[in-house]
């Protein structure tokens, strides 16, 4: 723990006027999960509950907060930056799939196990009464606890917000039109498309959470939280086409008011209660998964019948049209004209033990400022040197900030937004000036043939993330080796970079990978305290012309555009074949990006993209 003295007092102070809390509410426990209301991964400082009682700022995370213990969950992300943000004497940190928090608390508490078929609550935890706000928990979520036995009780009214006595005030940033220009299908269009999806199912309308979902129905656009540009709002769609949106009228100017247009009315979020009981007696969609509970309750105390599905805006929007996707080509090769500026200059200043892990990051991101159309970075920037890059999900601070040293391994993960596409590229980097050992070469390659397989295979339609996750491991495998985090995830269209509903990972749900669909393509390694190793690319789905295919098959196109660093790639170890599509990769980014560089970029570039075959002896 890193955390100095005076650090621990204020937590173990925040964390006792919670418990104080609880013990007036009459409660045992209290649950606190990283989300907000909108159940995201990017939240305002208003919402950073979690950061605020623990200290930890992953953007995955759960705590629990018992009479006489408290633990703090993450998954294999954040393992390590859990274990150095958390007071371990305040604090239990917990694997999230390893020791689920409803097993932990029924464990702590001493309460009885479930029946296996879960038919039979426990005998003993029905006295047990955990706490819970139902803006910040989904329907699915939940019912793992109750599922355990667990009685769960929700309040009114977040304890910890009664304690977080300075709590900022929510963000009240504008709300803007996303031309059609760029969006390329008018919010008029869409709302007929999402309202013939409820006609359909025979539903009367469905209520809208996901504050991305929102912005590619209306084709508004906002920055109310850092990185991701949408305006937290809510909406109720009717099966009419017609969108009530629950935004603070405030950041709404009249010209974005005529942008929605008459089918979109406003009203601020404090009237949503009175829109969900005027829907007693009708049909509502409502997605278990993604929106809080408090939508449901609210419903079925009105008399509402709940149609559990997914939001329906989430594969339309996942498939980008013609115009997405030309936006997106678009964004990557200006991107790639910052990257490889970037790496350029690393290539001069990384061995010197000049640069940090902070001036690294400042500097690709001063690149990336001179690119056009540049309206931020899609996530905070993971540079981590050596060790730092052990820590997958690695954000540094001015405490942590270390220098780049000679002969280590570098990993920088970033990305941008842009109004024509979101970017996201990592690359890892060997300092030099000597060679790297062959240890850490051989996992690189490893890796990178990961990479390749996933990029390079064609399958059926009708194929999930999990059969493809499998290829990007085998080299790894193979060697007895893995890494714990998923392969790929969707990325929005200048919306988020982690979008569903399709991810590359073994615990992948059971959705189809769609053409238009753009996915990451990040296979890694990571040796605890000693290197990081991740290598990703952005992946467009596209049909794949088969001639003797009886049936629809995919393939994936690769839209980031920046050299693999060849000094830690073994050629010996690949295959013809993925020498063929790594010297066929870097002759198009020799070609797309050499160009538009200055003549001292453009001759590292064109060394940097020579084929590696030409190492082969």
């Known amino acids: ?104 608390i029924i464990q702590t508490l001493g309460c009885d196990a479930p029946t296996p078929d879960r038919s039979v609550q426990n005998a003993s935890a029905p006295s047990v009464r955990i706490g819970y706000d139902p803006l910040l928990i989904g329907q699915e979520a939940l019912a793992r606890y109750a599922d355990a036995g667990l009685a769960m009780v929700p309040l009114a009214r977040n304890p910890l917000d009664t304690v977080w006595t300075d709590r900022p005030a929510p963000p009240a940033t ?35 959470t996901d504050p991305a979902s929102i912005a590619w129905l209306l084709n508004i656009r906002g ?10 709002s809510f909406a109720l769609l009717h ?25 979109v009315t406003i009203a601020d979020r404090a009237a949503l209660a009175d829109a969900l009981r005027r829907l007693g007696g009708k049909t509502v969609r ?23 599905a997914s939001d329906p805006c989430l594969l339309p929007k996942a498939c980008k049209n013609p115009v997405e996707q030309d936006g997106a080509r678009a964004a990557h090769r200006r991107d790639a004209v910052a990257v490889c500026r970037f790496l350029h200059w690393l290539s001069q200043r990384a061995a010197t033990g000049a640069e940090t892990e902070i001036s690294a990051a400042t500097a690709l991101l001063a690149f990336r400022q001179q690119v056009d159309g540049f309206r931020g970075e899609s996530f905070p920037a993971i540079s981590g040197a050596g060790e730092h890059g052990a820590i997958i999900h690695y954000r540094v601070t001015p405490e942590t900030n270390r220098r780049l040293m000679r002969n280590e391994v570098y990993l920088i993960d970033s990305g941008a937004q842009y109004p024509d596409g979101t970017t996201d590229i990592t690359r890892t980097i060997w300092t030099g000036p000597d060679a790297p050992p062959a240890d850490v070469r051989d996992r690189v390659t490893r890796v990178l043939q990961g990479h390749i397989a996933v990029a390079t295979t064609v399958f059926p339609h009708g194929i999930g993330g999990a059969h493809i996750d499998a290829l990007a491991r085998r080299a790894l495998w193979q060697a007895g080796l893995d890494y714990d985090h998923g392969t790929g995830h969707g990325v929005g269209s200048y919306l988020s970079v982690h979008e569903g509903p399709v991810t590359i990972s073994r ?21 605890p305290d000693h290197y990081g190793i991740r290598l990703e690319n952005l992946l467009l789905v596209q049909p794949a012309d088969l001639p003797d295919a009886r049936r629809r098959f995919l393939r994936f196109e690769t839209l980031t555009l920046a050299p693999f660093d060849r000094a830690l790639i073994d050629p010996s170890m690949l295959t013809q074949a993925e020498i063929a599509w790594l010297d066929a ?25 020579a084929p590696i075959s030409s190492e082969i002896r």
């Open 1 to 104: 723990m890193t955390a100095s003295i005076a650090d621990a007092a204020i937590y173990a102070k925040r964390l006792q006027a919670l418990r104080d809390e609880l013990a007036r509410l009459s409660l045992d426990g209290f649950i606190i999960p990283r989300a907000d209301e909108h159940l995201g991964e990017y939240v305002p400082p208003s919402a950073e509950r979690l950061a605020w009682l623990t200290g930890f700022t992953g953007s995955a995370g759960l705590a629990v907060v018992l009479t006489k213990a408290a633990v703090v969950f993450t998954d294999g992300r954040y393992v390590l930056q859990l274990a150095e943000q958390t007071d371990a004497s305040m604090w239990q940190q917990r694997h999230i799939t390893e020791q689920p928090p409803p097993d932990w």
């Open 286 to 308: 409502v997605d278990p998964a993604g929106s809080p509970i408090w939508f449901a309750q609210q419903l079925q105390a009105a008399g509402a019948t709940i149609a559990a």
């Open 585 to 609: 990769y870097h002759a198009q980014v020799l070609a797309s990006v050499g160009p538009a560089l200055d003549p001292a970029a453009a001759s590292w570039l064109a060394a940097a993209c």
């Open 507 to 527: 615990l992948a749900k059971p959705v189809a990978i769609e053409a238009g669909m753009i996915l990451s393509n990040e296979p890694g390694f990571y040796l």
């Open 223 to 232: 920055q109310d939280v850092a990185f991701t540009p949408f305006a937290l």
């Open 239 to 263: 099966a009419d086409g017609t969108t009530e949106l629950f935004i603070d009228p405030a950041k709404l100017s009249a010209a974005t008011r005529a942008w929605l247009g008459n089918g």
């Open 174 to 208: 504008p709300a803007e039109p996303h031309p059609i220009t760029y969006a390329g299908r008018s919010a008029e269009d869409k709302r007929a498309d999402i309202a013939a999806i409820l006609q359909q199912a025979g539903q009367d309308a469905v209520v809208l």
